[in-house]
């Protein structure tokens, strides 16, 4: 890059000519397209400045590699960019942005970018390197994406947020950031997510979300050392049973576990452990038959003021819930959604205590009075 910096007056110069006379709020003497280059040299990316001088570059009309390559060998008044974005309708055969290398954007920087819908099969390790210490969100969704150089996270000393929704990335590795508090590997189908230190390499995370990824199983303890995750989301996998430490955390942080879309019919006592009273456990669309007090008291007792949905469960609603519906305290089934229903279609929240107290052994105070 021509970083000349006596160019650069030349340049403010020229766009002052060039460029229609728009004003900026913040100082009436600079043109709205200073601190940009100039349009023609980088057409057809848009370059846009706020009132902060924060400029965005929107590539979204770029359809090449090569293309990128040439419009980021231009002249750039100012190198650090707020924001890259780069949408693309996949549906659209004419894009064909499919490689990022280790000097496509030269020595331009980010805070953001946002590489969407494109035919991208490879991000060079060094692709963002120039970005290193800006970085702070990175969302590569929705491209054809089947590896990416996860071991380059570290390098990213403020990246907050990486989304890789809906690309075909094989397996996840142990992510390892000090800086990650969002990670989003959704809709990559069939991923394997078996790596030993999955997530304790990334101590700040405080959302992951899993779903659609054909999970069959959790490994033990994948959770266990994140004491700032407040959001799991699981659903729409294949999780059959929950086993002891499944999802533990080690402090009552997890604000919503969402395992929606699940096989799930057995959940082993202590499986869950780290909600906070006021979470949401989200169960709906699963294959619990029985809420056996042994298997969910641990889990109602977290919740005491959250919710838990179990709608489109097949619900036996017999005895082996009489435990939530005659306590004494009635402290159990307010936590359970209105929108539970038994297998038969009952709402669960309006069922006969009376039914209980006939066929249900134990004695009840409920039943009593
Ligand atoms: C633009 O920059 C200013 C000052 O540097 C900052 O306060 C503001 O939040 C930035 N805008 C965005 C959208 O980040
Ligand atoms: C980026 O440019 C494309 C194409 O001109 C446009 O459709 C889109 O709305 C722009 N995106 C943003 C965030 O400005
Ligand atoms: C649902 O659970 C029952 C056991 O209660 C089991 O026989 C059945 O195969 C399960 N169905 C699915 C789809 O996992």
Known sequence: ????????????????????????????????KWPCPLEYNID?????????????????????TADLERIFQEL??????????????????TNQLEEIHAHTFNEVTFERIIIRGTQLS??????????????????????????????SLPEYDVLQTFIID??????????????????????????????????????NL????????????????????????????????????????????????LTNVNLNYNYINYIRHEAIIGLK??????MSHNNVTELKQDQWEHIFNQISDGKLNLAENPLTCGCDMDW??????????????DTTTCYGGQLVVFLEIDNFCSKCTGNWGVCNA
């Open 1 to 32: 890059m021509k970083t000349i910096v006596f160019l650069v007056g030349f340049v403010s110069f020229l766009t002052l000519v060039l460029a229609a006379p728009q004003i900026t709020s913040a100082n009436d003497i600079v043109p709205l």
């Open 44 to 64: 057809p990316c848009v370059c846009t400045a706020d009132e902060f001088y924060n400029l965005t570059m929107n590539c979204s009309l770029v359809q090449s």
């Open 76 to 93: 750039f008044p100012f190198i650090h960019f707020l924001e890259l974005i780069i949408d693309h309708d996949p549906t659209d055969i």
């Open 122 to 151: 490879l991000v060079a390790d060094e692709a963002f390197a120039n970005s290193h210490l800006y970085l702070r969100y990175l969302d590569l969704s929705n491209n054809q994406l089947s590896a990416y150089p996860f071991e």
């Open 166 to 203: 809906d690309n075909h990335i094989l397996e996840l590795p142990s992510l390892d950031s000090n800086s990650l508090e969002f990670f989003s590997g959704s809709g990559n189908n069939n991923m394997k997510v078996i790596a030993l230190d999955q997530f304790s390499l990334a101590p």
């Open 206 to 253: 405080r959302e992951i979300h899993l779903s659609r990824i054909g999970m069959t199983s959790l490994n033990t303890g994948m959770f266990q050392t994140l004491s700032k995750l407040e959001v799991i989301d699981l659903s729409d996998n294949h999780l059959n049973d929950l086993e002891l430490f499944a999802l533990m955390v080690p402090e009552q942080t």
């Open 277 to 282: 009273p006021t979470a949401h456990l989200l």
């Open 324 to 337: 939530v519906m005659l306590d004494d305290d009635n402290s159990y089934l307010p936590i359970i959604t």
